[in-house]
């Protein structure tokens, strides 16, 4: 069945960029929507924007300045920069396949910001 | 503060049901837009339990309903179970935030 995993450093400085990958496995990544959502430790989730396999993007308003996504369907793969990162950045990052509902998820992977 | 608010905890016996409310406003689930519902076992990713307000994923027992009715829908759960603990997120679109927005989360204790 289709799997998804993310990946990426779990450490980052402020001020930086955060950069993760998101890998399909078991199925194609084309004709789907992939959104990125974080949850930071002990509150809610927050999404943070999708990119569709065309390279189509919508971003969370509040977020939209420091988000770049893009895709590469000869990978199988999707990606997430976030830049200028503070220590409110700090959050497990979930990748997730949108398709009405987000139904599938990655395990998710936890990104510390600090010094 | 979440767009779509939810009771921070509910609880309830073993066997018994119990539901858990999630009120959005005329921007999302007011609006038509569809509510779905996550479970979310501490230390895991979340999984999706209903979709399209009502409608169940393969897999997950029909003891998982959930109704819409105007700005408001529920997840209700039957004959609770000790496996059911977890935290539950309600999520829909909001068209004045241009984007998709989840509820804050209500934890469920079986007691």
């Known amino acids: 069945q289709v799997q998804l995993q993310e990946s990426g450093p779990g450490l980052v400085k402020p001020s930086e960029t955060l950069s993760l990958t998101c890998t399909v496995s078991?199925?194609?990544?084309?004709?789907?929507?992939w959104s990125w959502i974080r949850q930071p430790a002990g509150k809610g989730l927050e999404w943070i924007g999708r990119?569709?396999?065309?390279?189509?993007?919508n971003c969370n308003p509040s977020l939209k300045s420091r988000v770049t996504m893009s895709v590469d369907t000869s990978k199988n793969h999707f990606s997430l920069k976030l830049s200028s990162v503070t220590a409110a950045d700090t959050a497990v990052y979930y990748c997730?396949?949108?398709?009405?509902?987000?139904?599938?998820w990655g395990q998710g992977t936890m990104v510390t910001v600090s010094s | 503060q979440s767009v779509l608010t939810q009771p921070p905890s509910v609880s309830g016996a073993p066997g018994q049901r119990v539901t858990i409310s999630c009120t959005g406003n005329?921007?999302?689930?007011?609006?038509?837009?569809?509510v779905h519902w996550y479970q979310q076992v501490p230390g895991t990713a979340p999984k999706l339990l209903i979709y399209g307000n009502s409608n169940r994923p393969s897999g997950v027992p029909d003891r998982f309903s959930g109704p819409k009715s105007g700005t408001s829908a529920s997840l209700a759960i039957t004959g609770l179970q000790a496996e059911d603990e977890a935290d539950y997120y309600c999520q829909s679109y909001d068209s004045s935030l241009s984007g998709w927005v989840f509820g804050g989360g209500t934890k469920l204790t079986v007691l």
């Open positions: 997730a396949r949108h398709y009405g509902a987000f139904d599938l």
């Open positions: 990119i569709y396999t065309s390279g189509v993007t």
């Open positions: 005329n921007s999302n689930i007011g609006a038509g837009y569809d």
């Open positions: 078991g199925g194609s990544i084309s004709s789907y929507y």
